[in-house]
């Protein structure tokens, strides 16, 4: 009689314990994001406003550029797998000290702007496929003098809040001592004005970004892109690290591009032909490490 007792109330504490395990273990919530997709037909993007070719704001203040294509593609793909008649797409502005919160408190689904992936990073958000490879470098006036790194001892230095370069210069800084004055910009825009202004002898960033940046002042020849490359920044496009599926119909519909010749496409439009707002051209071709990984789409990257 008690043994039966003990039975019945083991058997309900184990059903309780195994109802609680499946509703709140990693497996019963993944597909959570693709299931509040398909309920609200609303997908949000994170987005930058000053990072162009990546991602910036055209003349009519809409997300433009080559990261936003790769959204667009992705969500296109989505949208099909989902077979939703249509899916519309909430923008979400971010800056580079805003867009892990972005991700990590749900606002936004996807960040496609140009976020490195890091092991640091990797604790608290998940990436995708890599779609780009940059080195840092350093813009400078052309008539600075400036050539390398050594070049910089004692002179006031400019980066962007929030961004791996910051630790990457502090670094630098202190092998090397140089007694650099580090000053932090809001945003690429407000790093590169600084530049501009005299406010800085050179701003330091991803080369990429300075190539874009200069790309569309009024006088790109007043500046130039220098030094060796510190290191190599993988940006990929950044998501829920809590939400397998979706993480897997985003890989998936990333590699479909690198496979099919999409993403070379879209890769030619932005870095090799005229683009708003000047219609001047990057002259940017693919790098071989590019080149290389989207032979073997992959988003392990070794840190």
């Known amino acids: 009689m008690h043994t039966d007792g003990f039975l019945r109330t083991g058997c309900s504490l184990f059903g309780v314990v195994l ?4 509703l709140f273990s990693p497996e019963a919530i ?3 994001t693709l299931a509040k997709i398909r309920d609200t037909q ?3 993007v994170a987005y930058r406003e000053t990072t162009a070719p990546f991602s910036y704001l055209d003349a009519d203040k809409k997300p433009i550029g080559f990261t936003i294509d790769l959204c667009s593609k992705i969500i296109e793909g989505i949208r099909q797998e989902l077979k939703l008649p249509q899916l519309k797409v909430s923008y979400l502005a971010v800056t580079p000290s805003t867009r892990i919160n972005a991700v990590t408190s749900g606002h936004a689904d996807l960040e496609c702007g140009t976020t490195t992936n890091n092991a640091e990073r990797r604790k608290q958000v998940a990436f995708t496929v890599p779609h780009f490879f940059a ?5 400078v006036r052309t008539d600075s003098g400036i050539k390398n790194w050594i ?3 004692g002179k006031d230095v400019v980066t962007t809040k929030g961004t791996t370069t910051v630790k990457l210069l502090n670094d630098r800084n202190k ?3 140089l007694a650099l004055n580090l000053i932090e910009g809001a945003d690429h825009a407000e790093s590169f004005g600084m530049l501009e202004k005299g406010q800085a002898a050179a701003f ?3 080369d990429v970004i300075l190539y874009g940046l200069r790309a569309n002042m009024t006088h790109p020849e007043e500046f130039a892109i220098v030094g060796d490359a510190m290191s190599v920044e993988p940006y990929a496009i950044m998501l829920t690290k809590e939400d397998a599926e979706f993480k897997a119909s985003v890989d998936r519909q990333m590699a479909n591009m690198q496979n099919d010749g999409d993403f070379r496409k879209i890769y030619g439009k932005w870095f090799m032909n005229p683009i708003p707002p000047l219609g001047k051209s990057m002259n940017m071709p693919m790098g071989y490490l590019l080149r290389d990984s989207i032979l073997y789409p992959t988003d392990k990257i070794g840190d």
């Open 135 to 139: 080195g840092v470098r350093m813009a």
């Open 42 to 44: 609303t997908i949000t």
């Open 19 to 22: 109802l609680s395990y499946m």
């Open 151 to 153: 070049n910089l001892r």
């Open 30 to 32: 993944a597909g959570a």
């Open 175 to 177: 092998v090397r001592a």
């Open 204 to 206: 330091v960033m991803d």
